[in-house]
């Protein structure tokens, strides 16, 4: 079987040392010989690992019109051309391999239903939680099940963060440009530090468990650039965890309830333990209960790990799958949860029974109420909330924050039930 | 697609159970219905589920010659007749799922082989951790992994036994009495507490992880009885919980290390907090890194979530795998690891410093020694040692047992090292 592949920075290489070093147990198991033939880069100049010589190419149709090449694997990243790429191999009834969450999350609905009339695979596991199979188990190993919920923690970036501050009791700006000195964030950390890199694996995760379709920007998402090294304290304190959490859930009106948000996870959890750079799924179904996968979510080897499994199972004529409905969307307002609020105001008396009136207006009850020290002139308060309906939360949130004596809603972090 | 089923009990009855309620959504997944059109039992006056009603048989063959029937769901369990209806449900050109782990682990490579002959297909995810996706992951997810180790809670009913003598201090007696009248542990609980379900299950996951074969009695196995209340809180105070693990390793020499045993699992390991019935997996393959598959490991509708699973991998063609090779063991004795023992000696001068000596003439030295309080006449001496090689701490174990002084050697447990 001749692969074409279409990028080699840090994905691209791990496949080809993965083919390279894994090669013949492969073969063995699959019968046939899997060889890179040729190799889509931008710029032809760059020093490249020795494996790749003589296969580099920067004309796509190199790969698109070479009839001997089965399979395309794609890991350039970023949506253009990557989409248009894909397409013209599909359209050119090659099978297609992809870690590619833009794309998938997208445009996949699409992509699905070319590659059916084409009459070839599309297959995408690395596109979420790296190496972590978790697309062919939903796919395959719970297609007996329907999908309940399904709640994880999606980005190695964020979880990174949040465990590092934990640990060593830093704030979350120290601690990401560590991170983005060590290379572990981008240098613009917006996709994973705001929550729109998990927002694209959920919305592909959304399709395959309920089979329906969101684009990613439908789905509420925020984010950890306002977690304090204070609230991941309080939460310790509370027995809680934070962890920036990717949540979908099907309504019995089959509305599809699906947000990025941070949350406090208890110690019950098995999703509180999850820490560093490792990412984990915990799926539930009605036959099967609760599951977890658990590993790790990036990474040069593990994401190889999960594009040459794909490209395995175009040898081995797995077919591909059908395709999704649109999703009817829950709003974010409509949805119920306990939160904590950290809010920042003037240490004077009267503005706590100012704050909470605002939020027993709105009908919501208190948990516990905290009044930490004064910072300076401010003092911060941190509420728990009993379970509310967000939108009273939002439109409270929104009178507070106009109160002369309020300074900022600091932080709003989602708590979890009972487990 | 219609399907003979073998068994109609609790799993049996969970397969019934689960094409009823998730029929409709499977039929729209897969492109054909699911219907089970014989059930084999063994007491035809037995009050049945009324969805059986009419499919009942007592007679295999009504099953095995019915040429309508592409798929034969084995989950009587037990080795005899099991193994013969298989085969010759095989010989019959229909493909086979089972949830039997005691036919897979002891017959699996002639099943497999004779599968192959006859060109049908023979699945078995429900053998091990039940409703958990852990032999397509194996299989397919990881095919493109040279895979270095799987280290398992497997089963559900020492797990639960641990967990409970754990969090409200009781003994092992007291909890497994307990667990027999909530029908969580069989009257005869020897295959759970003393390892050997645990051993079987490990035999089918050595095949598919390092494509190689061993036999469960070939698995060194010691289970859970020996483990007292006071072993658990010793292993809390030093940040380990014990767990029964089970664990397989193929080293550089291709010799394969298999056993199950009890070990005390750092806080550090997220096998440390899988609890009560749950079961979980971390394997490591040389790209993917750790991965942890983790989910409730029996019981009705989770074990037949994954044996339907399989029936729809069979209507969607999935092919199925090549033989394995025999293994080579290697002997539990060649094994290297920290040990955690407890010894009951009379409490007399002189006693550490014999029971000691015993143990630093076998070249094993200690991280540490606790004397325990006496109990009347007898005082409990705990030991930790440094890694050791099995082979020299059994040699000394059998010394100290001889020492005139000694009582009993009444705990030995494997210790993790860091993780």
């Not at 253009?80 to 992809?98: C, D, Q, S």
């Not at 927002?199 to 089979?211: E, G, P, Q, V």
């Not at 967000?390 to 487990?419: C, H, M, P, Q, Y």
């Amino acid at each position: 079987m001749k692969i074409g592949l279409m990028g080699l920075g840090t994905v691209g290489s791990g496949v080809v040392h993965l083919i390279e070093e894994n090669g013949d147990a492969i073969e063995k198991k699959i019968g046939q010989k899997i060889e890179i033939k040729k190799i889509l880069v931008k710029d032809p100049e760059k020093k490249r690992i020795k494996e790749a010589q003589g296969k580099i190419t920067i004309n796509p149709y190199d790969i698109l019109d070479d009839p001997e090449i089965d399979v395309v694997v794609e890991v350039m990243g970023k949506e253009h051309p990557a989409l248009e790429y894909m397409k013209e191999a599909i359209l050119r009834g090659k099978n297609v391999v992809t870690a590619n969450k833009e794309v998938i999350a997208k445009h996949g609905k699409e992509l699905i239903k070319l590659a059916s009339e084409n009459n070839v695979n599309l297959l995408y596991e690395a596109s979420v939680g790296g190496g972590i199979p978790i697309i062919r188990p939903l796919k395959s190993c719970l297609a007996a099940n329907k999908i309940h919920e399904i709640k994880g923690i999606l980005n190695g970036t964020t979880n990174y963060i949040l465990t590092e501050m934990k640990s060593r009791g830093l704030s979350f700006e120290g601690v990401l440009k560590e991170a983005q000195q060590k290379g572990y964030a981008e240098l613009d950390p917006t996709d994973d530090v705001d929550g729109f890199d998990a927002a694209r694996k959920l919305a592909i995760l959304c399709a395959l468990s309920f089979n329906k379709y969101v684009m990613p920007d439908n789905i509420y998402t925020k984010g950890i650039r306002t977690i304090s090294k204070e609230d991941i304290k309080y939460a310790d304190e509370l027995g809680f965890t934070i962890k920036l959490i990717a949540f979908g859930k099907l309504d019995e009106d089959e509305k599809l309830e699906a947000w990025v948000h941070p949350v406090m996870i208890s110690k019950k959890n098995p999703l509180n333990g999850v820490n560093g750079v490792y990412n984990a799924i915990l799926v539930e179904g009605n036959a099967v209960g609760r599951l977890m996968f658990y590993g790790q979510g990036a990474g040069m080897m593990p994401t190889a790990s999960a594009v040459v499994a794909d490209v395995i199972d175009v040898a081995n004529h797995i077919p591909t799958q059908n395709g999704y409905d649109d999703a009817v969307m829950k709003d974010i307002v409509d949805t119920v949860s306990k939160y904590y609020i950290r809010i920042i105001a003037l240490d004077k008396p009267g503005v706590m029974s100012k704050v909470t009136g605002v939020l027993g207006q709105e009908g919501i009850s208190l948990v516990s109420v905290v009044q930490k020290e004064t910072l300076g002139e401010y003092a911060e308060i941190v509420l728990i909330t009993h379970n509310a309906l967000t939108k009273n939360l939002f439109d409270a949130l929104d009178e507070i924050e106009k109160l002369k004596e309020v300074d900022k809603v600091a932080s709003v972090i989602r708590v979890e039930g009972e487990e």
